[in-house]
């Protein structure tokens, strides 16, 4: 089946996504979904009451004061309303699309709240060197369960960063880039709702949560089953390899 012919809309978010490496779909979910969401997160997080704190290193020097991250990893394995949203076909349906795929496996998701006032930044990296793969089909769905203007630390990205392939990043374990300045990606201000869709190669960052309420996201990292990593790693991920759309046609499974 080939997908974008026959829904035009989902052509036209892939092109752009091929141009720019990213694109910002609006209102993937409703305002009402978004909240529900949002009140789940918070209060997983706080079910959960972890206290480890994910701030990279070199995050801390983006700021003038201390700043704090919560986070968890693979959330739909503590709460079956996110396995929801995994095969959901308003999310798999872009994500296939945009790759230009048909079968959509997961890697793993990350949620994030940035608290008001200090909410972690993340400086400008690609996702890549976490975990490479042969043919580059990774991509990243960030799901905003609030509004995040920029003030609350939206995600940035640099457009078209995708198309000159894998960087040297930072020494290896910090993994973030020293170039291009962090003032030189764009904003990506989000309403509560609207997903951000980007290849793992697109150089993107956040800055700091300076306003009164928290941030709220869900990140779900995905991938074309039939691209193989090329390094072992990030293997831990709770269910990666779980198919979202579509069939593994590898019988490779999981990693
Ligand atoms: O949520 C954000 O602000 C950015 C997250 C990010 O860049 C990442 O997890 O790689």
Request: proline share 8%; net charge negative.
């Amino acid at each position: 089946m080939t997908i974008t012919s026959e829904r035009p809309e989902l052509s036209s978010l892939a092109e752009q996504y091929a141009a720019d490496g990213f694109v910002l779909v609006k209102g993937l979910l409703s305002k009402e979904e978004a909240a529900y969401y949002r009140q789940r997160s918070h209060d997983l997080l706080a079910r959960l009451n972890r206290s480890d704190d994910p701030t990279w290193g070199a995050a801390r020097d983006m700021a003038d004061a201390p700043t704090k991250l919560q986070h968890l990893h693979d959330a739909q394995f503590y709460d079956a309303e996110f396995a929801k949203l995994l095969v959901d076909p308003r999310f798999t349906d872009v994500a296939a699309a945009v790759m230009g795929v048909d079968n959509v496996q997961l890697h793993h998701t990350k949620l994030f709240v940035k608290p008001p006032e200090n909410g972690s930044p993340f400086p400008l990296h690609q996702d890549h060197p976490f975990f490479p793969h042969t043919y580059h089909r990774v991509g990243a769905a960030i799901f905003h369960f609030d509004d995040a203007p920029v003030e609350k630390g939206c995600v940035r990205v640099v457009p078209g960063s995708h198309k000159s392939g894998p960087r040297d990043h930072e020494a290896e374990g910090s993994y973030h880039l020293l170039e291009p300045a962090f003032d030189e990606a764009t904003p990506q201000p989000a309403e509560a709702g609207d997903v951000l869709f980007f290849t793992y190669l697109t150089v993107h960052g956040s800055g700091v949560n300076t306003s009164d309420e928290a941030r709220t996201t869900w990140l779900i990292q995905y991938r074309d089953p039939a691209d193989p990593p090329t390094v072992k790693t990030h293997d831990w991920s709770l269910g990666q390899g779980m198919m979202l759309r579509g069939v593994d046609p590898t019988g490779r499974s999981a990693v």
